[in-house]
T-cell receptor, first 112, second 109 residues
Framework: KAGVTQTPRYLIKTRGQQVTLSCSPI?????VSWYQQTPGQGLQFLFEYFSETQRNKGNFPGRFSGRQFSNSRSEMNVSTLELGDSALYLC???????????FGDGTRLSIL | AQRVTQPEKLLSVFKGAPVELKCNYS??????LFWYVQYSRQRLQLLLR??SRESIKGFTADLNKGETSFHLKKPFAQEEDSAMYYC???????????FGTGTRLQVFP
């Protein structure tokens, strides 16, 4: 079974731009969550999606948004990028809510 | 407030020595506790969850609700245990994980 796939692996953007990150969960997994990892703040929860509905949202500004499609694939979008958005963005999927989560390799976003 | 505290950033031991990685939590309600591990150049992966009450790779963790702790233990460390370890909690029927800041375990030969 293929693991969680995140694309792209690396991204370089400039301030003010927007970006879309993609996550393909393990086949059959219906729950997808996103996390931001930085050296200063560690791993912080962004969103949780299940059945195309956002079930939980972390303490991030409205510039951060996401969605989940009917095939459980998920995207997250960050608009008006700031230098502080430079981070590793991790996606995790699980068979159902409350079940063990499997993480992807992440997308490393660098803002110049 | 919901919080996970891992007081040690780095823990260094020699091979064969016992290991204890500390984790304390703050949560109103009954959380589910996890240990995740990230080996060098690998993705974050689940090591243990408290409801499973199992031993993985020789590691065990016991939930102590009185002390609000979920320390990770192994009686004899191996070099291949060197990795970053994260303690995390979640609430009921949610995948939202609150992570600690992590402890890097170095096992010297």
């Amino acid at each position: 079974k293929a693991g969680v796939t995140q694309t792209p692996r690396y991204l370089i953007k400039t301030r003010g731009q927007q970006v879309t990150l993609s996550c393909s969960p393990i086949s059959g997994h219906r729950s997808v969550s996103w996390y931001q990892q930085t050296p200063g703040q560690g791993l912080q929860f962004l969103f949780e999606y299940f059945s195309e509905t956002q079930r939980n949202k972390g303490n991030f500004p409205g510039r951060f948004s996401g969605r989940q499609f009917s095939n459980s694939r998920s995207e997250m979008n960050v608009s008006t990028l700031e230098l502080g958005d430079s981070a590793l963005y991790l996606c995790a999927s699980s068979l159902d809510r409350g079940q063990p989560q499997h993480f992807g390799d992440g997308t490393r976003l660098s803002i110049l | 407030a919901q919080r996970v505290t891992q007081p040690e950033k780095l823990l260094s031991v020699f091979k064969g020595a016992p290991v204890e990685l500390k984790c304390n939590y703050s949560y109103s309600g009954s959380p589910e506790l996890f240990w995740y591990v990230q080996y060098s150049r690998q993705r974050l992966q689940l090591l243990l969850r408290h409801i499973s009450r199992e031993s993985i790779k020789g590691f065990t963790a016991d939930l102590n609700k009185g002390e609000t702790s979920f320390h990770l233990k192994k009686p004899f460390a191996q070099e291949e245990d060197s990795a970053m370890y994260y303690c995390a909690l979640s609430g009921f029927n949610t995948d939202k994980l609150i992570f600690g800041t992590g402890t890097r375990l170095q096992v010297f030969p």
